[in-house]
């Protein structure tokens, strides 16, 4: 999906007033007033320069550039309010400043009410039809998060009833017939109780950091993080759990600031390199990356295992993936800490991929913006 261009609007200059009794239709926000006037500036100094170029002084290409400046105004503001006026406006303008005599207003001019009626429709069709287009990206947006939160919640079931499972049948066992087991079969079930409950704990962290998040590109509040703070975080959490594997971290020379919720951030770094340790099968060591890019700062984790199946690639981060077989820990394998880890890079404005590397082992890329960007769609 093509990117839109956005503009960091201070917060103050967004905050949207709506007129009375005027519902969604008539909003004032200072960024849509700043908008239409550019844009009626513009259209005027265009008009003025074209008619100094004009030795005819044919001033028939007014009109229609004005009802361009009307429609512009209406697909990027919100509402109709400065689309109607800047209607209105043009119309006085088209008057005053490009119909003989110049610099009066003559109500009286054949055509005058036929033109104030066009730009008044169009301006209002526009609007109407900028409105709908926009209320229909919104609710596709809505649609799609809600059905990757369903899928998130349908996987994080999965995964609470499962570990659950395990500790009610150990604990039984225990209860039951504590006096027939032997030594080593109750140290069995004791480890795996504990395991049980370790993973029990990972799916309520992810949990969290999925209730810290309200929809995509909204909720997060990002501050400027060094973003190898937030790597020495993420390994150092992850080394506590997996002690038999390196993990090589790669900084550029400058410290890098992101916007980001660290402990979001550190929750997705932590579960690529948790999902590399328990599906790499071969993996000794992981290497994190981090580098610039343009206006994006990159983030790499790689391992040296056996890489991802091309037929899981597609549905890696949609929380849709189902068991492999012949895996041991096929019960848990669900892939919900990667579609957490995608809900979370999304909602700070960035995108993650996966692929496989050449020389073997898989390869996770985050890319973030460098700057805040704008949370609200306009």
């Known amino acids: 999906m093509k990117k839109r261009l956005k503009i960091p609007w201070p917060e103050q200059w967004r905050r949207q007033t709506r007129l009375p009794a005027s519902g969604n239709n008539l909003i004032y926000t200072p960024k849509d007033f700043i908008i239409s006037f550019t844009l009626y500036i513009v259209t005027v100094i265009a008009c ?14 007014v009109a229609m550039l004005f009802l361009t400046d009307v429609f512009f105004t209406a697909v990027l503001t919100d509402g109709y309010l400065f689309s109607i006026l800047c209607a209105v406006l043009g119309v006085f303008s088209v008057d005053y400043i490009f119909t003989e005599p110049y610099w009066h207003i003559s109500f009286t001019l054949a055509g005058f009410p036929l033109t104030f009626l066009v730009m008044m429709t169009i ?18 947006r809505q649609m799609i998060r809600e059905k990757m939160r369903g899928n998130l919640l349908r996987g994080m079931g999965h995964d609470i009833r499962t570990p659950l499972t395990g500790i009610i049948g150990a604990t039984d066992v225990l209860l039951k017939q504590d006096e027939t087991l032997t030594p080593q079969q109750r140290r069995e079930l004791l480890q795996s109780i504990n395991e049980e409950a370790k993973w029990l704990m990972r799916v309520s962290e992810n949990l969290l950091s999925i209730t810290r998040i309200d929809g995509e590109n909204a909720g997060v509040k990002k501050t400027p993080e060094l973003v190898e703070e937030i790597i020495e975080g993420a390994v150092s959490k992850f080394l506590r759990h997996y002690q038999g594997i390196a993990v090589q971290v790669h900084l550029p020379e400058e410290p890098m600031l992101v916007p980001m919720d660290p402990l979001l951030m550190q929750q997705v770094l932590f579960n690529l390199m948790e999902n590399a340790a328990r599906h790499g099968e071969t993996v000794k060591q992981i290497d994190i990356f981090l580098y610039q890019k343009e206006d994006k700062a990159i983030l790499e984790v790689a391992d040296d295992g056996v890489g991802i199946a091309h037929s899981r690639l597609e549905h890696l981060f949609d929380g849709t993936l189902h068991p492999e077989e012949g895996r041991e820990d096929a ?10 880890c995608r809900t979370i890079v999304v909602a700070h404005g960035g995108s993650i991929t996966a692929s496989n590397q050449k020389n073997g082992g898989a390869l996770f890329r985050i890319a973030l913006p460098m700057e805040k960007e704008e949370t609200h769609e306009n």
């Open 48 to 61: 003025m320069l074209l008619r100094c170029l004009d030795e005819t002084e044919d001033t028939s290409y």
């Open 123 to 140: 301006s209002i069709l526009a609007g109407a039809l900028a409105s709908r287009a926009k209320q229909m990206e919104a609710t596709q």
């Open 331 to 340: 019960r848990r394998d669900m892939g919900i800490g990667l579609s957490v």
